[in-house]
C-alpha cells in the first residue's frame, strides 16, 4: 500500500565487482536503519564477508522483496524461481540494465518510494521447459528464452519444431531459440526475431542461422505447447539446452525438449514513469 511499510524482509543479491558490492554495503545500511531484516545469497554474502547466505534460487521465498545489484544476468538468475508474490528490483551496475528498474544514483534517492509501494509491479511471463527423459530429467523455468543450439563452432545440426504434438518444420541450422515477450529483445532479437510486447500473450520461435531461406521466425499464442527435437545420430550429438544463457544440459537426438508458458510469472517492479518503447530507444536505440 502506499504511503505505508509494505516490505520487512530484503534480500541482496549483487554482482561479484566492487562497484556492486559498494552500493550493497550502502543499501544494507539504509535498510537496516529503517528497521528493516536483510538477508543475502551465498555468493553476495561471501563476498562481504556476512555468513548463512542463502541459495540464489531460494533467497526469493524468504525475503519478500528481492533487489538485484547487476545487470540483466543477475537479475535472471533471481528472476527465473522468484515466485510471483515476491518481486524483483534491479539497480543496474552491469552494462545494459535492459530489464532493470533504476541506475545506481536513483538507488538511495528512491528506496522509500520501493518500500511504501510506489512502484508499479510489472508481470512477465515465463518458460516451463521439460526434458522427458535422460539425467537431466525434469521441469526447468526461464524468465527470457530456452535455446537449443550447438556447441562446437562451425557445426550445423538438424532440428523439428513442433507446436501441440505437430511437426511443422525441419531444418539444419545452429539452433533453435523458443523466447518470451521479455526475452524477444535478447538472443531471439540478435538472431532476427520481432520485438514481442512484454504485454502480448504470445511466444516466439526463432531458427538460428537456418541453412534455408524458407525458415523464419514465428510468432504463437502464449498457450501452445512447443516441441523442440535435435535430429540424426551420433553426428548431431553436441547440442545442449539452455535456459535464460545460464543454466544448461546436453540434448541426445530424438529427445523430446517441452516448452510452454508457465502458470507462474514473476513480478518486476518498475518505476511509474517507466516505459516500454523509452526503454527500447534509451538502451536498444530502437525508432532512433
Not at 155 to 180: K, N, P
Request: glycine share 12%.
Amino acid at each position: 500500500m502506499k504511503g505505508s511499510r509494505r516490505f520487512h524482509c530484503v534480500g541482496l543479491v549483487a554482482k561479484v565487482s566492487p562497484k556492486a558490492l559498494r552500493l550493497t554495503g550502502l543499501l544494507e545500511r539504509a535498510l537496516r536503519r529503517r528497521g528493516l531484516e536483510v538477508v543475502f545469497d551465498n555468493l553476495t554474502g561471501a563476498a562481504l564477508g556476512r555468513q548463512n547466505g542463502l541459495r540464489r534460487e531460494r533467497i526469493a521465498r524468504v525475503a519478500d522483496l528481492v533487489i538485484v545489484l547487476g545487470g540483466d544476468g543477475t537479475l535472471l538468475s533471481v528472476a527465473r524461481d522468484a515466485p510471483r508474490s515476491t518481486p524483483v528490483l534491479g539497480i543496474n551496475v552491469g552494462v545494459l540494465g535492459y530489464l532493470t528498474g533504476l541506475t545506481q544514483k536513483e538507488t538511495l534517492s528512491r528506496l522509500d518510494e520501493v518500500l511504501t509501494g510506489g512502484f508499479r509491479e510489472d508481470r512477465r511471463r515465463r518458460l516451463d521447459v521439460s526434458i522427458a527423459e535422460g539425467p537431466n530429467r525434469g521441469t526447468y523455468r526461464a524468465l527470457n528464452d530456452a535455446v537449443l543450439n550447438r556447441e562446437a563452432i562451425g557445426r550445423i545440426s538438424s532440428f523439428s519444431i513442433s507446436i501441440e504434438g505437430r511437426r511443422i518444420a525441419r531444418f539444419r541450422g545452429d539452433g533453435v531459440i523458443v523466447a518470451t515477450p521479455t526475452g524477444s529483445t535478447a538472443y531471439s532479437l540478435s538472431a532476427g526475431g520481432p520485438i514481442l510486447d512484454p504485454a502480448l500473450a504470445a511466444v516466439v520461435v526463432t531458427p538460428i542461422s537456418p541453412h534455408t531461406l524458407m525458415q523464419r521466425p514465428l510468432v504463437v499464442p502464449a498457450s501452445t505447447t512447443i516441441g523442440l527435437m535435435v535430429l540424426g545420430r551420433k553426428r548431431d550429438e553436441g547440442v545442449h539446452l539452455t535456459l535464460d544463457g545460464q543454466a544448461g544440459f546436453a540434448i541426445p537426438p530424438g529427445c523430446i525438449v517441452e516448452v510452454r508458458q508457465s502458470r507462474s510469472p514473476v513480478t518486476l517492479l518498475r518505476p511509474p514513469e517507466s516505459d516500454n518503447f523509452q526503454n527500447l530507444s534509451e538502451k536498444l536505440n530502437w525508432g532512433v
